[in-house]
Structure formats: C-alpha cells, structure tokens
C-alpha cells in the first residue's frame, strides 16, 4: 500500500475519531480550542483526504493497467504484444521506447499547453461511458493523430533523423515536422494497434512475465 493511500486512511480515520468525540461530548466546541478541533474534524482532515486521494488517483489514471482495466481496451492491451515490426504500439512499447508502466498516457497525451489536463479530462469521459454509458462499437481518436506527439520524443534522435525513408522525395523530414504529412500516412506508420489482426498474429510476452497471453 502506498504512503498517499495510508495518508488518506489516517486522515479519514482521525476525522472519524473526532467525529464521535464531537457526537458524544458537543460541549466541547463552546471552547476555543473545541472550535478548532470541530473546524478540524469538518473541514480540514476531509479536505485532506479528498485532495491527496484525488492526487492519487489522478497518477494511477496514468498508468497502462488503470487504461486497460476497462474490458473495451483489452483488444489493445494485447496487441502491445504483437511480435510484428510493423504493429507501431507494440514496437515502442517492446523496445521500451515509451515507459511501459505508462505507455497509454505517454502516446495519447496531447504535448501542448494543458494537454495533460485534457487527456485526463477525457479520461473521465471514458470513464463515465464505461459505467453509466454504453462503449461504441469501434473505438476512434477524438482528432487526427497530430505528429507532435511522435517528434516530443523522436526529435533530434540520429535514427529519426538520418532514416531513409523520412528523406525521400514523397516524404521529406520538413513536411513531417510541419504535420503536412502525418506518421500514419499509409506505406508509413499505418498500422498503430491493428486489433482488426489480432487473430492471426504471434505475440512476445517479456521473460518471466506474468501477464497472460
């Protein structure tokens, strides 16, 4: 159990002792010292609890098991598993070239001003569909994938940036770094989950994982 949770347990169960305390001797607020106690009882210790849990689990939303505990994203928790070059998630997550603890977040957050924000706001979204809503039937980007996403890391990189195939005459290095021509374009980057194909591929778990196949 991590130190946030045990924080927020102990803030709840001091606000709960002083909560009896107040129910069974109310006398006591009539005092200064009592006023403070009840301030802290009421406000302060559940003020605390909300914040450090709502903390807590902002950081565990980032992580790829909170992204893939929803039985609709289990397509594409699997095909990170794809022993295939040309599946794009599956490679950067195999090669850990996105941190795979977070490798949902660190693809799908927009690397702009309140981007992090936004991504968790649509995180709520999902949610709420998840419990209250009904999933669609195909899941699909809000927005074009926008290439900024893939330069925040791969900018400045010697294998993005001498790699023949972004300094050819269809596709130069200027027109990616401006988005006129995207990673996805086809004959390119085309295939990032591909969970259409997830029948017939083979899959690479790492050694002595024990995540099943």
């Known amino acids: 159990m991590s130190f946030s949770v045990l924080v927020v347990f102990g803030l709840i169960g001091l606000a709960a002792v002083l ?14 010292e009592g006023k403070i106690m009840a301030f802290m009882t009421l406000v302060v210790a559940p003020g605390l609890a909300l914040a450090v ?5 902002l950081d565990h939303s980032k992580s790829t098991e909170f992204c893939l505990s929803c039985h609709v994203m289990e397509k594409y928790g699997k095909s990170l598993h794809v022993d295939d070059k040309e599946f794009l998630a599956a490679q950067h997550y195999q090669n850990n070239r996105v941190p795979r603890d977070h490798a949902c977040f660190t693809c799908h957050t927009d690397y702009a001003l309140f981007g992090g924000v936004r991504a968790k706001l649509r ?10 809503g009904k999933p669609p039937a195909k899941i699909k980007l809000y927005t074009p994938y926008n290439n900024r996403e893939c330069l925040h890391c791969h900018l400045g990189s010697r294998s993005f940036e001498e790699a023949g195939g972004h300094r050819g005459e269809d596709v130069s290095m200027a027109n990616i770094k401006s988005g006129k ?5 086809a004959g390119c980057h085309d295939v990032a989950h591909g969970v259409d194909e997830l029948a017939d591929a ?10 099943a196949p």
């Open 19 to 32: 909560l009896l305390l107040l129910a069974f001797r109310p006398g006591v607020t009539r005092t200064p």
């Open 181 to 185: 021509t995207s990673c996805l374009t």
């Open 123 to 132: 995180g709520l979204r999902h949610v709420s569909v998840q419990y209250f």
């Open 202 to 211: 083979e899959f690479w778990y790492p050694p002595k994982s024990t995540e």
């Open 53 to 57: 849990g709502g903390m807590t689990h």
